[in-house]
Every structure is written in structure tokens, then in C-alpha cells.
């Protein structure tokens, strides 16, 4: 588990570097002449560190004279939100990659032409730095069960999931392949499906929507420091959450799924049971597990209900939307079908950009909105199932590479900073090498 | 190779994680309230990455609001210019390299007090972020035998020798043990035994001098792009620089040492004769390695001649100057003992931020000075065994964790650009993984 | 003419140099040791300079190194736009004048304390240099008729009309004082009675209410490029606009008023015809201005109806809303009694932003709304008299020295830049002093 | 007097505001297109301010995107080292004043051309805002004597000198004209001389050199702190800078010459009479002056000599150099015979801009030499007469439209910065209009 979470494989730093070589090429060109004509205002490749590092979001760079090439404003983002980061994951080979690479739009011309990695030759070289970081790291459990962690794009700019080759490898090894997709089923799943899936091809067989009695008590209007206290009321009214979710997987996403109930100290049999009665209300199976105190062991009825649901052939997997469908409609697809929503509402500038990227063919492209995790609205403050409510869309970004165009609904954060005190201050190793602090 | 190259086993990337770990948790300490009262003008402590990137040399951070801390002037280096890759190569065990992480000053406060990055609290987990890489790592040559490449401080800003662990581990798995001190022997050697060996109380007992007969005959005065065809009069002239250098070996370092010419096709047999006279007057032995062209076979010589030299007996190690000279007094020593010059000059400043030292405590430590490897001057055209220079002290600068003091003797690159046709465009891989352009 | 267009009488150069050295005793302060403990990030007061310069609309300054000052983001607006321009226009003395200017709010500190020029102690010596400007400038017409010019706030952060003092000094020099008061009868009537009159204590006893009959040609659907045209239909639709202009000064405003159509060369008589009738419908009188052609002979009619009105001695001016009224409801009284929009709608950070200024006691100033003047609506295509439109406000500042609130609805721009091809490319002067291209 | 230090007639503000103009247009032209390619990294145009503001020495313009146009690094200068404030003093005529504005080199093109403002079409707005400052301004002094006050290009940068046309224009008013050159003799009669006079033809009758007893104790080794107290010894020998300076202006400058003693309450008899000894010795009349304390009066004898010199015909002007001579060669000639230096050192940047500026055909223009006033050498601290040191020159500007060369040994700074406590801390105006706390 340290090791994960310190340098691991070296996969993070590949993709910064990669990230980084890119950006380094980029003002290089600028500085040796231009011949692209990129216009420096217009920019939109950023550098990332693996640190977070508020000093670091918004800053002037080649200052200090001619030598330092030309002075423009930049910015680092941490390495999951770069695209790189998304295409690695979305890649189904080392050419591909490539390709992909080659692909991103870094900066307009003066003229407003899009610049690509490929015109400033650097999509070979950043595959390089890629070329052990495309593939996927087994590690094991506690139990020494194989476990394939790869990749990770920030669930907020990009799609969430871990690569499409560690999905596929662990396809070829085992017979059943459970994968994650980041945040609520209205985000993680959402872009699963009409990215992930869509891009790859891949089709899942069933879907388990993990839920705690916790959380659907909040969602009821619990207050945050009584969520330990039984309240009935509370789940019952907090239901509507999930069940919304289960609707949307079954009606929308149209794959058979299983709620997994994330089994906590302080839930009460009262609380189970009512849970039980709403799900069988619903026609949802519902698993209780508890593998989180029993280990792999807590976990095996769910596993078997998984199986079951995937041994029963009755998925049939639908995107939320058509690629034809233009992308102010993909839009709107998901706010309706999914989050519920009456309409989106897209400001101005966000709406002219959506036109340009029509008008330079990325319409086809899927969109990756990026949307707080609290809600099914765009409102962090609105609990439950919310009708009623409009999706805003703030601005629009493109991953050319990656293939999807991105829909920022809110204030998205790409470089955290440090809190008051950070946990680094906590964090040490004695003389024998033992961390401590860590976790 | 290539895998050195590129992400080799992750050191590089630790050493820049644990240097931008503590320049945000310093940014991060001024944002939160700055108790320590650090004057956002007098940071000293600068972030480092793994890219040639000259936009990157001066630039101003923290902008864009209150959110982002507070605005200040902030540069990069590459990362081998770190102060933390000095440290990692001189600690003698991953407490001492926490210690001397504690004592690196990263900044001034407004009323001029030093600030220690312990005070900060970022060397313990700076240390986790190097637990790993403070250990050596084993590779094989394309012979089959073993060696260890470990760290690698910059040799302008700093010692540029491999680490002391290494070094020491290398001394119980083998007999002898060769190791290199970049750049010529007035700047590797002397750092490797200012700094390396009196910190460390590594004791050599042997030195091997390399030289070219192209580099001699560049010294003593052929045209650069004549150094293919015979030249005795110009070999004749340079041996002055070899000759200084092997006078500095055995009568300043106390070392005997052989010369090895490291054999190019060019050399025609003349010069090699008269190399060999002039070493034979200087009573210097000298050996004609041809490792390049026939592999370990061709540096058969030159190993039996080392290990004659190193059991002789004979090493008598001496440092350039005591501990207890002034700093002043100890880059005056070095100018004239090792360089030839008739004395130093130093800039105002510069004379000031010694005496600041001094007071601070900080007389004891050795120098490390900062100048151009092609000269024994500080002017790099000044070619030969020149007598009468004066070496001009620009900047001085504090390695409080590394414990030297650098002193800058004229221009010193921290931070390179890419050429106009940066080596990256070239570089690709194939579908099958293969790199091309890489070497 | 030039005179007045060149350097006048220094008045703006004075409100330059009154800003700016506050500015400049700002930074000092802050690197003299900053007693006050101000925030770099937020400081308030922007410098000024009277050239339309883009490039100094956002910069970074006290770069450099530790004699500098402390680095922060800055920017420089035009000289009318400076606050001190707008107390230089309500100041009823020169002890009023230095008062006011006391209280302009520049920064606040790190605990979030409004920090006022009196603290820094600037007001004296502000108050020295505008000791001139505070005086009246005594011009003539080209009739040689007396005319004051005194003043210029920028109508869209500020109120947008001359001075107190020269308005009162006209006052006790002639029978009948004619002022203007900028933009749109929904902007400056508005602002001159709501700010102007509450605070100077003014009573205007008429009002001439400006309009041309190709304006409301194009506020009832014509094109811009054929208001030369004849177009009796877009008049007729058109005239609702100055319909409920001619509503608001007499309804609202309690003033009454005389419509002076400004006579083109291509209005018809059939225009000039219906727009009698309409204006006959309503019961205001309208009078035919031909200034512009004829000289003060092209205006007597005008006048002589401004006299009879002025003397009729039914004017009873009321504001808008009352001092007590929250700042919010200040707003949107103006925003349904003026604009006849709906409502507002006002933005969270400048929501925050009221409920600040109310507590800390700005509650009762009246509020000076930066709108568009081309449309009753904050969106300037708008035309006509839209109703059910919102009023949205984006952000809110204040002008403590001022005494009013500004709300900002849309974009506004406090610094302009020159055009592709600017105007002083073709201005020049010959040997004899001789200007061309000013006019 | 306050009127003058206040804002007099404004000619300051006009050199603003048509140096800030050609910054505007320069930056305006760049943002539209940059269609004379124009190096944003070699703006060599600064930006200039009539207030002491350390803050804008250094800083990064056109942040905030597109519309702001290109980010750089700029700085502003107060006005008086604007080249603007020099041709406006060294210029002819209105035409010739346009012309010369026309020459300014505002910028460096990519491929390295010099771009002149006239490129910019911004020398005939510039000459229109600057057609009133041209006039030279008439005062009159306490006692009504009539006195021209005029110009100030900044002496450190420039010539410091009051305008060609004052000078002219009191030569036609009056029998006997008396002009300042700021600063010591050998920075302020050279300019006059090597500049002004050069230039306009204008030539000197007789040349008076002001001294102080203060002065000279100071020169000749007494502590700041004691030049209230008899000093026999240090005046004695501080004479030799008064010697030298009286010898430069007789033997090098051709000018017949007297020295004026300002007298000071603490200038004991003896001390006087010593200085009269000493002056007799040298045969150079000397007068006391006492116009501080008695007026006009006070000065009667020394205007009484001035005539008599003047009317002498003894004077013989000579240059210091001639025009053909390379800049290298000009510098030291003023460096060898006026300031007694064994000779001059050019750093390697500014060797290379003087070749530069010989190829593009400045090489006829005179140098203007920016050096401390408190030594003949560029070591402020050495003082009387210094022998032997070396001048040392730094850096070079060109002042295309001034028509000279600026050659700085030196720290010289052309943007002050305020002290600890502003002197605008203590001026106030009273309700009456009274200025306390100017003086």
C-alpha cells in the first residue's frame, strides 16, 4: 500500500514527463522562430507536476530576457489531469498511443488554426517516455488475490476509469473481471459507458451500485455529525438517491445491477431491513457487505450475486446518446436522462465554443461533464433526487486526443493546494526505513 | 542503457518530488498565515523538473487571487541541480540524509533569519520520498560486470560525484573499486576529495588521469575542426595541461596516478610516441586504453597498472585546505594551489554574503566552486597551463544541507534550453517497443 | 476646442498624479515594513493613466528583487475612471475634498479590515494637488456665450456629471443653468437625481429629455446603415422607447419635461410629423433643436420652452428609493421602477460582497449601476422598451470617498485600447503650431 | 514656488503623456498584427510616471488574454529621464522637435532591426501634445526679476540641461544670460559642452564653478557629520577637487572662469580666507556669494566678475572630442582628460552594443556619461581628486532622437522610490487653500 502511494511503477512520472517534454518543445518552437505561428495568448497546453502546489496555478513564465524564450501566462495542473493521463487510458496500443498522442491540440495560430503535438513532432518521444507506463501493474491484496492497478484520469476533467488495457489483460487472465468507475453512478458510470465502452467496444454484463446507509441518510437530510444515529425517516426519504441510480443503470444504461451495501459499525438491523424492503420494493437485488472488517470472505455473497447477474445474459448495454446526436444535445442527454434535469443552460462563451468545435469536426466526439459528485444537479447543496433543476454549463474544453470534449458544470479544481497543516508535516521514517504518517 | 536513460529505477523522479514537496510546503506556510515571517523576496529555495525548458529559468507564481498564495519571483532548475541530489549523494544513511534535509535553508525572513526546511516540518517526509533512492542500484555492463550508477549532483553548482553509500557498498563487494569525478581534474578531483573524502573519510589510493591527444592538441592551440590530422607541435605545446594536472594529482592531492589516453582513430603513432616521452620526462607512467573500440580486453593495462599503483603504498591524501581557513581564504587556496592564478577577485556582493556566512556559522564548511571545465582559468578561452589569471567570484551560495558553500566563477547554467531541433523529434518508437533516436 | 481636447487646464493630470501617489504610498507602506498588515492580494486601488493602453490593464509589478516592493497584480485604468475624479465631482469644498479622500478604501488587510487612504496618510497631499483642479474652468462657446467645464466621472463606474461646485457656481452667475448628465435618461437622469441631487442638495425645476429621430428609427427595428431612410414604421414602433423615458422623468423622477428632437439632415417632415403626434398623445411638449445647423439662434425655441417649464413651478423631484432601503433593494427598485425589468438577479461572490458593505455601515449610500446605455436591459441588443427582462448583477464595488456603491451589470471597461488603426497615427502639427487630424 | 513644484504649466505632463503614447502605440501595433515584427523581448521604450514609485521599476504587462494584447516585461521612469524631456531641451523648432521623435529606437525586431517611432506614425500626435510645452516658461524671482524655467532631462541619464530655446530665447531678451548645468563640473559642464553646445552652436562667455567650503572639507576627508566645524586641514586638502574642476574648465573647456563660494552660517573667517589664498595661488578670482541670506544683493560682486569675464573675450570653447571619433574613443577622452582616469574597462555586452551602434551609424553622435557626482571616478567613495582608477562602463543606451549615446558606470536609478516616511505625509492644505508641509 506504500509503495502505491509513493512512486509505485514510475507511471505517474512518466506521464508528467511526457506531459512536460511536450510543453518544454511547445515554447521552444515559439522561441526558435514560430514558424507555426502560435499566438502565446492562446495556448492551452498546461504543464503538471505531481504536487499540490497552489503556487503553481496560475504564473507568468519566460521572464528574465530574450534567452528565456517568450514571456506568457501558464499554469500546472496535477499529472491525473492531464490528457496524456486520459489517453494512456484510453489507448489499445503502444501505436495508438501514439497517434493519439499526436493528436492534442495545444494552442491556436494567430489565424486560430489548431496546433497539434504531431506538427511540433513531439508524439514520438513522449511515446517513449510511455512505452513501460502503457502497461498495466498486477499487484495482489492482503489476500493475495491479483490486482491490476493502472492509470488514473481525474475524475473530474476526465473519464474516471483505469486503462482499457488493464480492463482487457485482466479479461484474457480471469473469468470475471470486476473493474471501478470513479464517483456516483451518474458520473463514474455515465462515463464509463458512453466513453470507456464506446471508444473500446468493451460491454460489461452487470453492474453492482455501491451504496452505504450513511450516505442515503444524508441524502434524506441526516445532518453530517448524526449520520451515526439510527433514523428511519431519514433513510427512507434518502431511498430516492439510489434508487434513482438503480433506474439509471437498468432503464438507461440497460445492464442488471446489484446494490452493495458498504457495511458500517454503527448501521442498525432497523436500518438493513428497511433498506431490504425498499430494494425489494424496486426489484433490485441487495447484498450487504462487509468485507471491509471480514475480508475477502464479507464479500462472497455479493460475488455470487454478481456472478449470477452476469452469467444471466440479460444485458444489454445502451449508450446515453448516439455519436451524431451534436454536442450541445449529447448535453443535454445526460442532463435529462440521467441527472434528471429540465433542460442545460450553456453560457455564451462556452456555446460559441461549441460551435467551433462542430465547425472542426470533433461533433462526433463524446462529452465528459464534469459536475460535482454530491448531486444529480450541478448544485452540491441539492440532496437526494432532485427534479427541476437546470444544468449550467460553464466552459468547454477539448481532449483531441483523449477523443471527448469536456462540459465544466461548476468550479472544477486541477491543482489542489496544501491545507493549514499538511500531512506531510505528519509524515517521517526512522532510521530502519519504517514509514510512519503515511496512512 | 536506454533504460538508464529514460526512467532508470526512479531516483531522479524521487529527488524532484522531495524538492517540490518542500517549495510548496514553504509556499504553502506563507499562504496559511507565514508564521515564520519568510519575506516572499528572499526565497532562495527554487523547484526543480526533469526537462530542458528554458521557459521555466524566471518566472512569477502565485498569481490569480487570493486563492493562489502570494505572488513572488520563482525559477526552475533541472533536477541534478537540486541541493537534495548533493545531499542524497553525500548522507551516509537515511538519518543523516533526514538531518541534513532539516538544516537546507530555503529562505530569509523579513528581519534576515535564516529558515530551515526542518522548521517547516517537510524533511521527514521528504526522506519517505527518498527512502528508496538513497540505495544504490546495481546494473551490468555489456560484459557482463557489475557497476553501480548512483545520483548525480551537477557538477557546476555542485560536487558531481557519485554517492558515498555507493561508493562504500561498491568498497565490501569487490577488491577495487574505480570510480569517476566529473569533469577535469582541477574541478572533479578536487571536489571528490574537498568534499567527497573529507566528509566522508573515503581515502583513495590511486588516480587515473584520462586525456586525449585531440583535447591536448586543442590546448595547445590546433583549430577545433583540425583536430583529426597530426599536429606535433600543437601536442607538444597542450602537454602543459597535463602536465598541471598531474602535478596537482601527485604534489597538491597527495596521489600517485597513471595517465590514461583514451585512444581515438585519429592518434597517429608520432603523437603517441611523443606522449609517451614527455610523460616518461615527467616520470608519470602512462597507458593507451582502447576500451571503445575492444571492449575490457583494451583496458587490460590500464586496470594492472591501477592496481600496481593502489597496492604501492604510496597515497599520501592531502585536501587543498583545512576546515579552519575562512572561506575566503579557502577559494584563494584553491585558485592558487589548483588553478595557477595569481589571486581572487571578488564581486561586492558577493564578499558581503561570505561574511554573512562566516557569521552565521558556516566558515567551517568546504567550497565548491562553480566554473568553466575548459580552462584551469575562469575564462574559458584561456587554453593550456595558463599562469597570471586571477579567478573573479560572482555569486556566492549556501548548500546548508549538502554543507558547502558554492562559489559561481562566471556564467552557471541551472536550467538548459532545447536546441532549435531538439533531439526529442527524432526520437520514436515502433508498433513491437523499439526506441529509435535515442542515442 | 483643441485646448479643451489637449491638456485643458491640468485638471485630469492632477486627478493622475492625486491617484497615483496614493498608489505609490500604498506599495511603500507595504514594503516599508507594513504596518497595517495589508494583503498584496487585495488591494483595491488601481493606478491611472490617461492613455487608452490596453497592455496595462492587468500586470504585475514590484518585480525585481527585494528593492522593489513586494510582488502583486495590479492594473492601470483611465484617469476618469479614477474614484477621485467622481469625489473631485461631489465635493463641496476643499476640506470636503480631502475628507472624502480620507476615506477611500485601498486594500484590506490580511484579517480582512478595510484600510483607508487616511490610515496611509495620502489625503493631505492628494488634497494639495487638486487644489487647483477643484476650481471651475470658465470657458467660452463660439458665440462667445459662458459655458463651465468641470469634471468628467466615467459614466459607467461612476455617476457620470459635472461638478457640484461648478454647477453651483453657475448657479449664482446666471438666471437659467443648463447641465448634462451622461448616456441614456435611464443612466444619467438617474444618477445625477440619486446621487448628485440626494448629495448636493439640488433641485433641478426641468427637464430636457434629448432624442434623434434616427434612434428610435433603430430602437424599433431599422438597420443601422439605413437610418438615412425614410421609415415611418420603425419610428411609430420606436417611439416606446422614448415614451418610457418621457414616463420616468415625469413619473418617476416627478420632473417636468420637454423632448428637443436633435435635427439630422435626412429626418423628413412626415418623421418629424408623427413623432409630433406621438409626442402630442402623450402630452409632453417636443420642440425641433437645429443647434447643430444654426447656432444658439437653432435652439431659442428650445430654450424659451426650458424657460417656461422651469418657471411653471411643478417640479418635484423624488429619487428612486430612499437612503434606508437595503443596498439589494436599492437595486431593484431601479432595476423595475427605471428598467421596468422583473427583477434582479444577483451573483453569489457579489451578493457576499452587499451583505459585507452593509455590515460594515456603506448600507445607506446609494447605489451607481454600470449598465449598458444601449438598451433599458443589461443586454444591449435589447431594443425598444423590453419588458420582463432581469437585471443581473456581476460584481460589486465600492467608492467609500464617493459615497456610493457601484453594481456592476455586464461587461465593463475601465481601461480601452486603441483601434487597428489609431486616430493618432493621423494627427500631426506643422511648423507654425498648426494641429490637424484632432476633429 | 509651489506652483512650480506643483504642476506649473504642465510641460511635464505633456512628456508624459507623448512618451506613454508612443508606449501605447508601440504595444497597440504589436497586438494588431505586429506587422513590423517587432521582438516583444527587445522593447527597449519604457513607460514613465511623474510620482516615485519603486513598484513599477519592474513588472509584466498584457496579462489577462487575448484582448490585452502580448505579455512583456516593462518598467517605468520618472518623466524627467524620459528621451523625450532631452529633445524636447535639445530641439530647435516644433519641426525639428517632430523629427526627432520620429529617430527614438522604441524596440529590436526579430531579426534585430531598429524600429523608430515615426514607424509607428507616432511622432506628429506626440509633436502635437508637446506644441505648448515647447515654449519656454517665464517666472520672475522674489525680487521680479525675470527668470526662464524650462525642461529637466534627468542628469543622470541625460544631459541636465534646460531647453536650447529658453537659452536662445533669453539671449534675444537680455545682455547677459546665466544657465545651470546640474551636477559637478566634470558631469555638468562636459554635457554642456560636449551636448548642448555641440549641437545648437551655443557658446559659453565664461563659466562660473559653485562651490562650498562644506563641500570641500568633505572632499578633503572631514565626516559628514563634523562639516559644521573648522577644518583648516580638510580644506586644505580637499581644494584639489575644486583645483581640478578649475582646471578642466580652463584648460579643457577653454572657458574663462571665477569660483563662487555659497556661503554658509558655519564658514568661519578662516576658512574663507584660506580658500582665497589657495584660489590666489591657482589665479582663479573667487567671490563669496551670499544671495541666500541677502538676496540679490548678496551676489552683486559675482555678477559684477561674470561680467567682466564675459565681456573679457577670452573665451575659447573647446570640446572635449571631436565627432568623428569612435564612441569607444569619446568615452575616454572624457574619462582620461576630465575625470583624470588611467583609462576605461567595458564589460563585454556593452563593448558589443557600441560596435553594434557604430555599424548602424551613431558613430558621430556624443557620448553622455551617467556616473556618480560625488567623485571624479565611478567610485563614489573616492573622494578630493582621485588619480589612476579606471572608468568602468556597463552598459550603453541609445538616444536616437536626442542624438546622443548614454554610456552608465554605475548603479543609476530612473525611478526613485519613497522613504520610510513620505514628505506627502506631511503636506496638508487648509480649508483656505494654504499648502503646509511643501517645503
Known sequence: MEDINLHFTGDFNAVQLANNLLAAMLDNHIHQGNELNIDVRRVTWRRVIDVNDRALRSLVISLGGPGNGFPREDGFDIVVASEVMAILCLAESLTDLKQRLGKIVVAYSRDKRAIHAAELKAHGAMAVLLKDAIKPNLVQTLENNPAIVHGGPFANIAHGCNSVIATRSALKLAEYVVTEAGFGA???AEKFIDIKCRKSGLRPDACVVVATIRALKFHGGAERTKLNEEN??????GFANLERHVRNVRDVYGLPCVVSINHFTHDTEAELELLQQKCAALAVPVVVARHWAKGGHGAEALARKVVELADSGTANMQ????DELPLVMKIEAVAKRV??????K?????RLRLDE???EGYGHFPVCIAKTQYSFSSDAALRGAPDGHTLVVREIRLSAGAEFVVAICGEIMTMPGLPRVPAAERIDVDSG??????F
Chains 1, 2, 3, 4 share one sequence.
Open 232 to 237: 428511519l425517516g431519514a433513510l427512507d426519504k
Open 433 to 438: 526505513g519504517r514509514v510512519n504518517g503515511l
Open 339 to 344: 441527472y434528471s434535469a429540465v433542460g442545460i
Open 186 to 188: 451518474d458520473l463514474g
Open 357 to 359: 468545435l462542430e465547425r
Open 346 to 350: 450553456i453560457d455564451s462563451k462556452a
Open 319 to 322: 449508450f446515453v446518446y448516439e
